[in-house]
């Protein structure tokens, strides 16, 4: 469902042309389980972007369903995005003022899911990643295997064909590692899963395919199970986001952390009364002057001037002679 034929990216870097990766060859199916390893700079993260359509490519076609993909441009590639890639990074990249249902709630709002819809899968995933206990807890709260485990369920609940994830268990301790492992291979069941690691001993016993890389090239890759190969990528029905959910998701970006709200309180309330006062001082100075008799309207007048004013304050007429 997923072929790469020679392509290349290269990174322009102040006149230097960097390889990120280098004519490389691949196929991979749905159900597949694939690890990526390789040393730093070997292309690891560059692949794996241009599989998520983060990157473009410079040389070779990419098919998606036989379908070619090196004239999208970055509209088709958002697209592409949605109907298809879900990205498990390794710093987690969730917001930390969201509970762990908002967050993954969010991913189903952007990608235009109904309300009715998005309650019950929201749910379904969090008990599927063991953080039904921690559903109304904010990240900011959680270990960094909690955090990692949340991330996979944002990713799984756009329910696309390909998860990809670089270094998913970086940043975790061995125990936290093996849980997210073993979630991430339940998932691999029908969909295509792509894992970045240097630690290749974790996911080796999961794997159906492991590919090795040096200098952007492929330059080892092992199938270890087959896997069906006329299986093709259900893609997925995302739409855009409701304009009731943009106003939803302002509202709780303005409330959701308790200091930011009393700050743009605090603003709001400085602003206005300073507005307020400017206003009323400038009225009264305004009033005194009219009693002294003048007025914004002849200011700069000689001292000799007089000033007539009808007694009932109607206003002169000219009278026709
Ligand atoms: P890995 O993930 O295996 O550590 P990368 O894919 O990040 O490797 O990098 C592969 C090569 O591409 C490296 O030589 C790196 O310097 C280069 N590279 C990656 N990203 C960029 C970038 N944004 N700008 C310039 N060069 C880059
Ligand atoms: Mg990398």
Do not use: W
Not at 20 to 27: A, R
Not at 163 to 190: F, Y
Not at 202 to 219: L, V
């Amino acid at each position: 469902m997923l072929e790469l034929k020679k392509v290349s990216k290269f990174y322009n870097d102040d006149g230097n042309i960097n390889t990120g990766i280098l004519k490389v060859d691949l196929k991979l199916n749905i159900g597949e389980f694939v690890i990526i390893t390789g040393e730093s700079g070997s292309g690891k993260s560059t692949l794996l972007n241009v599989i998520s359509g983060l990157d473009s490519y410079e040389e070779g076609e990419m098919y998606i369903n036989g379908k070619e993909t090196s004239h999208y441009n970055k509209y088709d590639f958002e697209e592409y995005r949605k109907k298809y890639i879900a990205n498990i990074f390794q710093d987690f990249n969730l917001i930390n003022s969201y509970t762990v249902y908002q967050n993954i709630e969010l991913m189903m709002i952007l990608n235009g899911y109904s309300k009715k819809d998005i309650k019950k899968r929201v749910l379904e995933i969090i008990d599927k990643v063991g953080l039904t206990k921690f559903k109304n807890t904010k990240v900011s709260k959680l270990s960094g295997g909690q955090k990692q485990r949340v991330a996979i369920a944002r990713a799984v609940v756009k329910d696309t064909p390909i998860i990809v994830a670089d270094e998913p268990t970086g940043n975790l301790d061995t125990k936290s590692a093996q849980n997210v492992i073993e979630i991430l291979k339940n998932i691999a069941k029908d969909k295509l899963v792509i894992i970045v690691t240097h630690n290749i001993e974790q996911f080796e016993q999961y794997a159906t395919r492991i590919i090795k890389m040096h200098d952007g090239e492929i330059i080892e890759n092992k199938e270890i199970k087959q896997i069906d190969e006329n299986t093709k990528a259900k893609e997925c029905n995302n739409k855009n986001i409701k304009i009731k959910n943009i106003v939803k998701l302002g509202v709780r970006n303005t409330f959701n952390i308790k200091t930011k709200f009393v700050l743009l309180f605090l603003i709001f309330f400085l602003v206005t009364t300073t507005l307020f006062f400017e206003y009323s001082n400038f009225k009264y100075a305004e009033y005194q002057e009219s009693l002294d008799g003048s007025s914004t309207y002849f200011k700069d007048v000689s001292d000799n001037r007089i000033l007539i004013k009808k007694e009932d304050g109607t206003p002169f007429t000219r009278r026709r002679l």
